[in-house]
């Protein structure tokens, strides 16, 4: 069966809140997972732990890098949830009709 990616652009800080770079996952999925209740819940949890992942929460010692992790963990979120509904919505064809209607 065929895969497709979805990728997870996290900024990931390290060290000082001004030292920031940008990292990406690829989190592999079914194009019939797009269309599956569970399957969707499943690919958002991969996402939720991709992002922590990326964000190095386990390692987040002070309050200060906890917060930084914790911004961080919201904001990959953010992206990979942003890429998964987009990819949703070319799955039921919703993108394809709102270009048709213009």
Do not use: K, W
């Amino acid at each position: 069966m065929r895969f497709v990616a979805v990728a997870l652009i996290a900024a990931a800080l390290t060290g000082a809140a001004s030292a920031q770079s940008v990292e990406t996952v690829e989190i592999e999925f079914r194009p019939s997972d797009l269309t599956n209740v569970e399957r969707l819940d499943a690919l958002r949890e991969r996402i939720r732990l991709a992002a922590r992942d990326v964000c190095d929460v386990h390692s987040a010692r002070s309050l200060a890098e906890q917060r930084v992790a914790r911004e961080c963990v919201a904001e990959a979120r953010r992206a990979g949830e942003s890429q998964l509904n987009i990819a949703v919505a070319r799955a039921n064809g919703v993108i394809e009709m709102a270009a048709e209607v213009r």
